[in-house]
């Protein structure tokens, strides 16, 4: 099979077509994962990542958010620490150059709170939502408006400049399943959350569903629409969106990154390997970085013993065609 991969490669085949086609023996190819950085396994859980123009890193580790400098100079050190013991999840980096982060908690402790950091050590609570919920991940509209996504109540915040916020969508296709959770340990809905490169369409994942749901912001009553739905996305997590307008997913249950086109057709591009419950996926921003896709590998269920195995938390690259679109 080696000698008909080398071939294929020669001839110009994708990587991701060789990871469908031949699966592990194929992950030798150019647009394999590699790994940039490594967390200490067993101890905080990585969860996110995301970048800003200038090129810098940012992933959310346990209650922190770090940082790491552009062009693989140094490595990751503290911006700030959430001033309670609970899980710091979605990252972005705001219009007016600010990071902003969604907390939740696992325990009694109330952590359903978006947070602001402005420069080192400077963390004020920028909203507090539903404590019954738990918020995950984060998307800026062009007017600075936040969208969260809280996959336990199954809904999308909006929190307007000032952090006011309010419920924008609640539906049934944003609910996780109770019965049949992709995580095994609670219903996961509405999870990982992008716009589309012209912010006419919001894209969510739904992790206990298996889908990716497309938002249409031009209706007076926006609703969700199905774009796919397909068991290969069961467990899916974070999202992105490369020039084309092809979204990539991390799957988390699965240990796999996959793509859905405009039309709803999935492919998977990776899985295995160092990918270890991929739970959050970022184009780089910067001219030599726009065809990196960098995911969050967590480990989560590992760590947490609802899979077997030793959880190997990293931060992974991977080499992809089509650049990646801006972020807002």
Same mark, same amino acid.
């Given at each position: ?21 031949? $699966? !592990? ?7 394999? *994962? ?18 800003? +123009?200038?090129?810098? @890193? ?6 922190? =958010? ?6 693989? #100079? $140094? ?12 899980? !710091? @999840? ?5 219009? +007016? ?10 325990? #009694?402790?109330? $952590? ?14 920028? #909203? &507090? ?9 984060? !998307? ?10 809280? *996959? @336990? ?11 006011? *916020? &309010?419920?924008? @969508? ?8 109770? !019965? ?26 739904? %992790? ?13 009553? /926006?609703?969700?629409? =199905?774009?796919?739905?397909? *068991? ?13 307008? &092809? ?23 990776? %899985? ?8 959050? =996926? ?22 947490? $013993? ?6 190997? /938390? ?15």
């Amino acid at each position: 099979m080696g000698s008909v991969r080398a071939t294929l490669i020669a001839a110009g085949l994708s990587c991701h077509l060789l990871l469908t086609a031949f $699966g !592990a023996e194929a992950r030798q190819c150019a647009g394999a *994962p590699a790994v940039l950085a490594s967390f200490v396994s067993g101890q905080d859980i990585p969860e996110s990542v995301t970048t800003d +123009d200038a090129g810098n @890193l940012y992933v959310s580790v346990g209650n922190t =958010v770090q940082i790491r400098p552009p062009g693989g #100079a $140094g490595t990751f050190s503290v911006l700030g620490t959430l001033p309670l013991p609970i899980a !710091a @999840l979605g990252i972005k980096v705001g219009p +007016d150059g600010c990071v902003y982060n969604a907390s939740t908690s696992l325990s #009694a402790v109330p $952590g359903a709170f978006v947070w602001k950091m402005c420069g080192v050590d400077s963390v004020e609570a920028f #909203a &507090e939502l539903d404590q019954a919920g738990a918020p995950n991940d984060l !998307a800026f509209d062009d007017d600075g408006s936040l969208f969260v996504t809280d *996959p @336990l109540l199954g809904l999308i915040w909006k929190l307007d400049t000032d952090g006011n *916020p &309010e419920v924008f @969508l609640q539906h049934p296709l944003l609910g996780g399943d109770p !019965a049949s959770p992709a995580l095994l340990f609670r219903q996961v809905g509405v999870n990982g959350i992008a716009f589309d490169k012209h912010h006419e369409n919001l894209f969510v994942s739904n %992790t206990d569903s298996g889908t990716i749901l497309r938002i249409d912001l031009r209706a007076a009553a /926006p609703v969700p629409v =199905v774009l796919a739905r397909d *068991p290969r996305l069961r467990g899916a997590d974070g999202i992105g969106f490369d020039r084309s307008g &092809e979204l990539f997913v991390a799957v988390n249950a699965t240990d796999t990154v996959a793509s859905v086109d405009k039309r709803g057709h999935v492919r998977i591009l990776a %899985t295995g390997g160092y990918l270890d419950g991929p739970s959050s =996926v970022v184009f780089g921003a910067r001219p030599q970085d726009k065809h990196t896709l960098y995911v969050m590998s967590s480990a989560f269920s590992r760590t947490l $013993g609802f899979q077997l195995g030793t959880p190997v /938390p990293a931060l992974l690259t991977l080499r992809v065609a089509t650049p990646g679109s801006s972020l807002p």
